[in-house]
């Protein structure tokens, strides 16, 4: 047999901290009992892939940690080599935010990171695109349907006119009419519509359907001095649906035209605004894809790039350890603020941050949302966080930055987009097929058996940092050159290639009329 296949059959665990009292298996699809790793201890049961195992004895009542963290107590006494499943873990507290500390640890600056580029589309504004899209916002449901009819037409007739143009999306999503627009909360979504619509991969072409009786008015919608932009269904001077579709086509092709003008060129990485989620995350995640995602964050950070990683019930958590990373006393009262926020937002339908864990993630190998956070926050890397934003606030700064969004795949890549996000890098250990049309997505699997079962949705396999082939470091590295390839339009990410991509979803915790 060879070496390295033997080496990798061999029974392997890994523990992260020397606190820690668990260790995650890591041989595909498991350990059966007797299985006897290098250090003497002995498996009493089976263990999946991904789950935990007891190092030690640990007593009833005594925290279990991983990480160098507690994640939880034992209900009841846990022995060496025993499985460390949910049912054996009570949920500990989570972290009162009136006692934290901040910015009592904030990283030094990172050393600068020089002469790395992409090649993008520069707009007016000075900011840069990966793509080149014409993006059709609207301002209420109603006209979805004639969206899209359009839209078809559009690709159909006019895209093929204009071959500089990647493509054109609708923004489509459902609000805009019953609802309370003037609530306290309805800053969220319009927010986030107004500030899609000037996304850098969209090239500042604004175009806006409405109906034309909406709460939502589509000026909203239009930046001041943008003249033109609109086409309202309800406009008596259209005579039936053709002439409507028609408007919209003559509306399109006038932006397709100067779209059509833009022209890839060399850029520092600098100009990248680059966002960082996680999906059908596993034990695995904290473990392989979100250390080299962190390592690749650093790395954009110290090349000057717009770096931004999201999800509330995904860090709140593991918040102790984002607040004494701080710049400013500023920016860890907002991270504060936004975690207050959403534990109120919850609290008001009934729920808590327990909820955030799917079946999914248990069975993956993560007992509970205080596991999961502490994998899910080391995507955001070792340096200072130097900025908070609101959902679907725009993003003015460069650095690394907390983009509070529900960790709602869909809800999350929406607010990003509206952050200015022009590339996602998203990790996932169980496998999704989520895309979105308006920015590459480059998906990283947690574990080499999924990026070989899913080779063609799968853009780069961190797993081979928990077999020991790659380190953090030599996978971070081949993730950043990745991360500057698909920027440039060298390399298309899978979502791209098969055109699958999710729709955009707004977040709106208003209430609906």
Known sequence: MDQDVA?????????????????IVVNDFGLPAGARFASGL??????????????VDVAEGEPIIRYGEIIGYALKPILAGEWVDEARI??????????????????????????????????????????????ISSSVQCVKGTMEYAVKRIRAELLPKYPNVDDVVPLTHAYGCGVAISAPDAVVPIR??????????????????GLGCEKLAPERLVPEGVNDAIV???????????????????QAEARLKVLNTRKRETCPASDLVIGLQCGGSDAFSGVTANPAVGFAADLLVRAGATVMFSEVTEVRDAIQLLTRRAINEDVGRALVREMAWYDSYLARGGADRSANTTPGNK???????????????????????????????????????FAATPASDFICGTLQLASGMTLQVFTTGRGTPYGLAAAPVIKVATRSELARR??????????????????????????????????????????????????LTLFNPAPVT
Do not use: C
């Not at 993730?479 to 979502?495: E, M």
């Open 454 to 503: 899913w080779k063609d949705l799968i853009d780069f396999d961190a797993g081979k940092i928990a077999t020991g082939e790659k380190t953090i470091e030599e996978t971070g590295w081949d993730l950043f050159r990745l991360i500057l390839d698909v920027a440039s339009g060298r390399t298309k990410p899978w979502s791209d290639r098969w055109g699958i991509h999710n729709d």
């Open 42 to 55: 002995t498996l009493r049961a089976f263990v999946p892939q991904g789950h935990k195992t007891a190092l």
């Open 232 to 250: 309202r269904m309800q406009d008596e001077a259209f005579d039936g649906f053709g002439a409507i579709v028609e408007a919209i086509m003559t």
């Open 192 to 209: 986030t519509l107004q500030n899609l619509a000037l996304n850098p991969n969209f090239g500042g072409e604004i175009l806006v359907v």
């Open 90 to 135: 009570r949920m500990p507290e989570a972290p009162a935010l009136d006692k934290l500390e901040i910015s009592t640890a904030v990283p030094a600056p990172l050393p600068p990171l020089e002469g790395f580029t992409f090649e993008g589309y520069r707009n007016p504004d000075g900011s840069v695109g990966t793509k080149n899209i014409l993006g």
């Open 363 to 401: 069975k993956g190998g993560l007992a509970n949302i205080v596991e999961k956070s502490l994998g899910s926050i080391v995507k955001s890397g070792s340096s200072a966080i130097a900025g908070v934003l609101s959902p679907g606030e725009k993003a003015t700064q460069k650095g690394m930055l």
């Open 7 to 23: 080496a990798k059959e061999q029974p392997r665990y890994i523990k992260l901290n020397e606190r820690d009292n668990v260790a």
